[in-house]
């Protein structure tokens, strides 16, 4: 059924786990099901909510207490993206709380380190892609 289909962020998820040996399959109720491949490590549901970067972060993160290795770790990370990741943290200290694209933009450009033609809605794009890698 068309409900039960993950989306393509969660299908390419479920692509890496089983090249790292995890078993995954789908649940009764369309959930998926990633089982580890050393047993002393804890199953983990997968979220497969569509473009919700947050369920995807989360699932990430579960991922990892569970032995997973996400290819797309910091190491891989362009000097451009760590520069938007700084900013966030950066924001998030000084406001105690999240960051918005447009505040991230803005922090960017005090620090001199904005793309020339970058605007918020393409610092936005990369956070969605960091949060989706899991490293926002």
Same mark, same amino acid.
């Given at each position: +059924?068309?409900? +039960?289909?993950?989306? =393509?962020?969660?299908?390419?998820? =479920?692509? !890496?786990?089983?090249?790292?040996?995890?078993?995954? *399959?789908?649940?009764? /109720?369309?959930?998926?099901?990633?089982?580890?491949? *050393? +047993?002393? &490590?804890? =199953?983990?549901?997968?979220?497969?909510?569509?473009? @919700?970067?947050?369920?995807?972060k989360n699932n990430i993160t579960r991922l990892k207490k569970s032995?997973?290795?996400?290819?797309?770790?910091? !190491?891989n990370m362009t000097k451009y993206e760590q520069h938007i990741v @700084?900013?966030? %943290?950066?924001?998030?200290? !000084?406001? %105690?709380?999240?960051?918005?694209?447009?505040?991230?933009?803005? &922090?960017?450009? %005090?620090?001199?380190?904005?793309?020339?033609? @970058?605007?918020?809605?393409?610092? !936005?794009?990369?956070?969605? +892609?960091?949060?989706? /890698?899991?490293?926002?």
């Amino acid at each position: +059924s068309e409900g +039960s289909m993950p989306s =393509i962020e969660v299908k390419d998820l =479920i692509r !890496e786990l089983r090249r790292q040996g995890f078993t995954v *399959e789908q649940t009764a /109720r369309g959930h998926w099901r990633a089982c580890p491949p *050393e +047993s002393h &490590h804890q =199953i983990v549901l997968l979220s497969s909510k569509y473009g @919700d970067p947050r369920a995807m972060k989360n699932n990430i993160t579960r991922l990892k207490k569970s032995g997973f290795a996400p290819p797309w770790a910091e !190491e891989n990370m362009t000097k451009y993206e760590q520069h938007i990741v @700084d900013a966030f %943290k950066a924001v998030c200290a !000084e406001t %105690k709380q999240g960051a918005s694209p447009a505040e991230v933009t803005d &922090h960017m450009h %005090k620090k001199g380190v904005l793309a020339e033609l @970058d605007t918020v809605i393409d610092v !936005e794009r990369q956070m969605r +892609s960091l949060r989706n /890698r899991g490293l926002l």
